[in-house]
T-cell receptor
């Protein structure tokens, strides 16, 4: 069964460092998303991406964040200068249809900022 | 943002029991989704509901889209230990057509053998 894969599964980084989280969405999907989940809290939307551009972003997705689809398969989330409060699970998701309603999620990257 | 309130926050039940959890919103949703998340994994879509009043089953799971469009419930019948996990309701934001999903805080389900 096709799946969304994320690497790394766990990343520890020092405050102020840049991190890049990587995702390989399901191959025929057209819509891509990043969500995050702070420990013990609900899943929060960060950004959606379609046709090589951001289609929607949340208040969390400030100038420190950027997304890119550098080739036909990868979808990345970059955090430019990490803060302690960026520590969370980051989930990539993809869907064939718009609206995210049939979105498939990856297993997540646990980001720990120290 | 749109708030989804899930209850109960956690449930501890015996294997074989039925489970019911619900989700309410202050605003109308046009789609209700139920996800399950197991430790160390991403959310997995269980059931999607697209029409008010719709009742949909997926094996032992049944979910309904409330007729007011502001609530949904999920039932699990004859629970088994592998039902353990966090169950989230979710829905697309009003005016969002490109993927913003709002999630509830989840119901943590524990099943004792």
């Amino acid at each position: 069964e096709p799946e969304v894969t994320q690497t790394p599964s766990h990343q520890v980084t020092q405050m102020g460092q840049e991190v890049i989280l990587r995702c390989v969405p399901i191959s025929n999907h057209l819509y891509f998303y990043w969500y995050r989940q702070i420990l013990g809290q609900k899943v929060e939307f960060l950004v959606s991406f379609y046709n090589n551009e951001i289609s929607e972003k949340s208040e969390i997705f400030d100038d420190q964040f950027s997304v890119e689809r550098p080739d036909g398969s990868n979808f990345t989330l970059k955090i430019r200068s990490t803060k302690l409060e960026d520590s969370a699970m980051y989930f990539c998701a993809s869907s064939f249809l718009p609206g995210g309603t049939e979105a498939f999620f990856g297993q997540g990257t646990r980001l720990t900022v120290v | 943002g749109q708030q989804l309130n899930q209850s109960p926050q956690s449930m501890f039940i015996q294997e074989g029991e039925d489970v019911s959890m619900n989700c309410t919103s202050s605003s109308i949703f046009n789609t209700w989704l139920w996800y399950k998340q197991e430790p160390g994994e991403g959310p997995v879509l269980l059931i999607a509901l697209y029409k008010a009043g719709e009742l949909t089953s997926n094996g032992r799971l049944t979910a309904q889209f409330g007729i007011t469009r502001k609530d949904s419930f999920l039932n699990i019948s004859a629970s088994i230990p592998s039902d353990v996990g966090i169950y989230f309701c979710a829905g697309p934001g009003r005016g969002s057509t490109l993927g913003r999903l709002y999630f509830g805080r989840g119901t943590q389900l524990t099943v004792w053998p």
